[in-house]
């Protein structure tokens, strides 16, 4: 293995379909020659953060390839020595297979996407149902405001008949405390016109009697001159 300063590379030299790691020791942006790329992102040119990445070495790369490595601060090169691949035919079975592989991958990840697709247009349709009903619900509030604002309204008018209506049986009670004060009155007079009433009938059936009494006397005594 070759210490640099910026990365370590797992292999100098390597056969066509091989794969070599590449370690990172900062960040930086590492180009591959346009036969090489990356497992990770399958492409030959991307910034990376430290760590490890696999580089596959395609069929197409013969002789000394390179790989570019760039900081703010420095640029490194690395050489890799490309061989012809001495298994072709385990090559291109491997090949083949991978092709297997990426083409259930995709298939896969068509599958996910069709999901996905219906996932969104059921989502789309429930928050397009949502929106409606919060359209719904955002009408019947306001027409709810404006019932509120009515009885507000209304109740304000009640309780200015109710204040007046207050006032009315407030005068009403002072005008009852006013008769029953003159009742009271009316009531005492006219105790005391009944006890004088009794005084007078007392002394009438007292003036009777001594009228009766006096006539009594004036006609014996007529009586008596006439038999005389």
């Known amino acids: 293995m070759i210490l640099l300063l910026l990365a370590l590379i797992s292999a100098t030299t390597a056969f066509q379909g091989d794969v070599v790691n590449l370690t990172l020791n900062e960040q930086a942006t590492v180009t591959l020659d346009e036969c ?49 691949d001495p298994n072709p035919e385990e090559s291109l079975v491997e090949a083949e297979n991978e092709v297997l592989s990426l083409r259930k991958e995709v298939q896969r990840l068509e599958g996910e996407v069709s999901y996905y697709k219906k996932l969104f247009e059921v989502l789309n349709k429930i928050n397009v149902d949502l929106y409606d009903k919060l359209q719904n619900l955002a009408t019947e509030n306001d027409e709810l405001k404006r019932e ?81």
């Open 148 to 228: 509120l604002e009515l009885y507000k309204s209304k109740a304000g008018n009640y309780s200015q008949l109710i204040d007046e209506l207050r006032l009315e049986l407030s005068k009403m009670n002072e005008t009852v405390r006013q008769l029953q004060a003159t009742n009271e009155d009316l009531q005492a007079n006219l105790t005391k016109i009944d006890a004088e009433l009794s005084r007078a009938s007392a002394n009438l059936e007292l003036f009777q009697t001594l009228f009766f009494v006096t006539l009594s006397f004036l006609v014996g005594s007529a009586f008596a001159l006439m038999r005389r």
């Open 36 to 84: 090489m790329y990356f497992l990770d992102t399958l492409q030959n040119s991307s910034t990376l953060p430290p760590g490890e990445y696999g580089i596959k070495i395609t069929h197409s790369c013969l002789g000394n390839e390179q790989i570019e490595i760039r900081t703010n601060a420095t640029t490194d090169v690395i050489t890799i020595k490309v061989e012809k």
